[in-house]
């Protein structure tokens, strides 16, 4: 009930979309066009489909074009701001990568500026328009609620709680009135049957649910069956049989896909742009010490993958074979080694770690899909098999460079539960916007060395 939405509203909002994102790309050519004189405009025109695409086809990956009647207001904002990003990463990058040379980098700037001011209000608008309507009793639904015990008490008072969502419910009828379902429901105007029953009543409703099929109304369970901590409970689909799934990790699959899209965009431009840098980081760590470049370990990946991390080596040749001899010197309590002063650092790879500019190298990880830039420090398979199971959710996430443990401390923080809480709490709140928030937190604890040994 509560994800339903109209096709031709939602064909309409497109359309419209469609429309404003071309008139944002027309406006921000005479904007940039008065600061500096660009080339004509019909020399611009022909990136505005792509320009359109990307921000339509971003708004309906991110969800904006779901029903507009329960969307959070916060929502909608993150979702155009959330667009306006990646939508300047993509736009500039085939503008940089097609080296279009007579394309201001004014004009890019302004086209996003412009078009996140647009839609901004647009949203804005059309989300307070249709919730005043609905508070004055238009585009409302009518819910017949079945049954009456705590859980149907709590749905309803969520909805009459919401006043703007336009749901207004009709009755609610316990098992003594089932078997004048019918008669109720032709006496009033229901658009949805919501049942809110328990478990024991699942096959009692049965006949129920057949007669909505038969009356063409639709009907809801709602299946909150168990006592979940943190996950969450969806209704999904294998091979035409419903099924319904319990997930703690996040789901939201194509703000996952935007953030897949913006690890593989960076990386691949993050290789190139440092490679001068590469090959002077190898140069001084071949010829300061004995050894290879690079330091090659496994680790583990989401839930549980293996794959081989890279970085630049900062120890000593055979540092792993001197582990166990200085395991009584280990600072953090738990299933990893961190030590200050590690005799096996190298003078150089004491620079590499205070800098962290030994981890660029596991940017080739986050190319191959193995690691993400945000996300969950990948472990070893010694480590994770000494983690008690709670600690074994931070797998639930493709791991990263960097996540809230780097910008929180490092190795300042030395209780290791302490460091697992903070991986799953970035796990429980994720969001495109807590990765950038993390990642811009990340450059100036990387410029101070905060928490690096």
């Given at each position: 009930m509560l994800r339903?939405h109209?096709?031709?509203?939602?064909?309409?909002?497109?359309f419209?979309?469609?429309?404003?994102?071309?008139?944002?790309?027309?406006?921000?050519?005479?904007?940039?066009?008065?600061m500096?004189?660009?080339y004509?405009?019909n020399?611009?025109?022909?990136?505005m489909?792509?320009?359109?695409?990307?921000?339509?086809?971003?708004?309906?990956?991110l969800?904006?074009?779901?029903?507009?009647r329960?969307?959070?207001l916060?929502d909608?904002?993150?979702?155009?701001f959330?667009?306006?990003?990646?939508g300047?990463v993509?736009?500039?990058?085939?503008?940089?990568?097609?080296?279009?040379?007579?394309?201001s980098?004014?004009f890019?700037f302004?086209?996003?500026?412009?078009?996140?001011?647009?839609?901004?209000?647009?949203?804005?608008?059309?989300?307070?328009?249709?919730?005043?309507?609905?508070?004055?009793?238009?585009?409302?639904?009518?819910?017949?609620?079945?049954?009456?015990?705590?859980?149907a008490?709590d749905f309803?008072?969520?909805v009459?709680?919401?006043?703007?969502?336009?749901?207004?419910?009709v009755?609610?009828?316990?098992?003594?009135?089932f078997?004048?379902?019918?008669?109720?429901?032709?006496?009033?105007?229901v658009?949805?049957?919501?049942f809110?029953?328990?478990?024991?009543?699942?096959?009692?409703i049965?006949?129920?649910?057949?007669?909505?099929?038969?009356?063409?109304?639709?009907?809801s369970?709602?299946?909150?069956?168990y006592?979940?901590?943190?996950?969450?409970?969806?209704?999904?689909?294998?091979?035409?049989?419903?099924?319904?799934t319990f997930?703690?990790?996040?789901?939201?699959?194509?703000?996952?896909?935007?953030?897949?899209?913006?690890?593989?965009?960076t990386?691949?431009?993050?290789?190139?742009?440092l490679?001068?840098?590469?090959?002077?980081l190898a140069v001084?760590?071949?010829?300061t010490?004995?050894?290879?470049?690079?330091?090659?370990?496994?680790?583990?990946?989401?839930?549980?993958?293996?794959?081989t991390?890279?970085?630049?080596?900062?120890?000593?040749?055979?540092?792993?074979?001197?582990l166990?001899?200085?395991?009584?010197?280990?600072?953090m309590k738990?299933?990893?080694?961190?030590?200050?002063?590690d005799?096996?650092?190298?003078p150089?790879?004491?620079?590499?770690?205070?800098?962290s500019?030994?981890?660029?190298?596991q940017?080739w990880?986050?190319?191959?899909?193995?690691?993400?830039?945000?996300?969950?420090?990948?472990?070893?398979?010694?480590?994770?098999?000494?983690?008690?199971?709670?600690?074994?959710?931070?797998?639930?996430m493709?791991?990263?460079?960097?996540c809230?443990?780097?910008?929180?401390?490092?190795n300042?923080i030395?209780?290791?539960?302490?460091?697992?809480?903070?991986?799953l709490?970035y796990?429980d709140n994720?969001?495109?916007?807590?990765?950038?928030?993390?990642?811009f937190?990340?450059?100036p604890?990387?410029?101070?060395?905060?928490?690096?040994k």
């Amino acid at each position: 009930m509560l994800r339903q939405h109209s096709d031709i509203f939602k064909k309409l909002l497109i359309f419209a979309d469609v429309c404003l994102a071309a008139g944002a790309f027309i406006a921000a050519y005479y904007f940039s066009n008065e600061m500096r004189d660009l080339y004509p405009l019909n020399d611009y025109l022909r990136l505005m489909p792509y320009f359109v695409g990307v921000w339509v086809g971003l708004f309906y990956f991110l969800g904006m074009y779901n029903s507009f009647r329960t969307k959070p207001l916060p929502d909608v904002i993150s979702i155009v701001f959330e667009t306006a990003f990646f939508g300047f990463v993509v736009f500039s990058s085939v503008v940089y990568l097609v080296k279009l040379h007579d394309v201001s980098r004014a004009f890019v700037f302004m086209i996003i500026v412009v078009s996140a001011a647009l839609f901004f209000m647009q949203k804005m608008i059309i989300v307070m328009t249709f919730r005043h309507l609905r508070r004055k009793g238009y585009n409302t639904r009518n819910v017949l609620i079945v049954g009456t015990g705590r859980r149907a008490q709590d749905f309803v008072e969520k909805v009459k709680k919401h006043g703007e969502w336009g749901f207004k419910i009709v009755k609610m009828i316990d098992e003594e009135e089932f078997g004048d379902m019918a008669k109720i429901l032709h006496r009033n105007v229901v658009d949805h049957v919501v049942f809110v029953v328990p478990r024991l009543w699942f096959e009692k409703i049965e006949d129920l649910i057949h007669l909505c099929e038969t009356e063409g109304i639709p009907a809801s369970v709602v299946v909150d069956l168990y006592e979940l901590k943190f996950a969450r409970a969806k209704q999904t689909d294998f091979l035409g049989t419903p099924m319904l799934t319990f997930e703690s990790a996040p789901d939201r699959a194509w703000e996952l896909l935007a953030k897949r899209i913006f690890d593989y965009v960076t990386s691949a431009i993050g290789i190139v742009v440092l490679s001068p840098l590469f090959l002077v980081l190898a140069v001084i760590i071949k010829a300061t010490s004995d050894g290879p470049v690079f330091f090659k370990q496994k680790r583990c990946g989401l839930n549980g993958r293996r794959f081989t991390l890279y970085k630049f080596r900062t120890m000593v040749k055979g540092a792993e074979e001197k582990l166990a001899d200085l395991q009584k010197y280990n600072e953090m309590k738990g299933p990893v080694f961190k030590m200050k002063g590690d005799p096996r650092v190298t003078p150089i790879g004491s620079f590499l770690r205070r800098s962290s500019l030994d981890e660029l190298p596991q940017l080739w990880n986050v190319f191959m899909g193995e690691m993400s830039i945000v996300g969950p420090r990948p472990p070893i398979p010694a480590e994770v098999d000494n983690y008690d199971n709670w600690q074994r959710r931070r797998l639930s996430m493709r791991p990263g460079i960097t996540c809230l443990w780097q910008v929180k401390g490092r190795n300042e923080i030395t209780d290791f539960n302490e460091w697992m809480r903070l991986d799953l709490e970035y796990i429980d709140n994720w969001s495109v916007w807590l990765d950038l928030k993390i990642l811009f937190t990340t450059i100036p604890a990387v410029l101070i060395a905060k928490g690096a040994k």
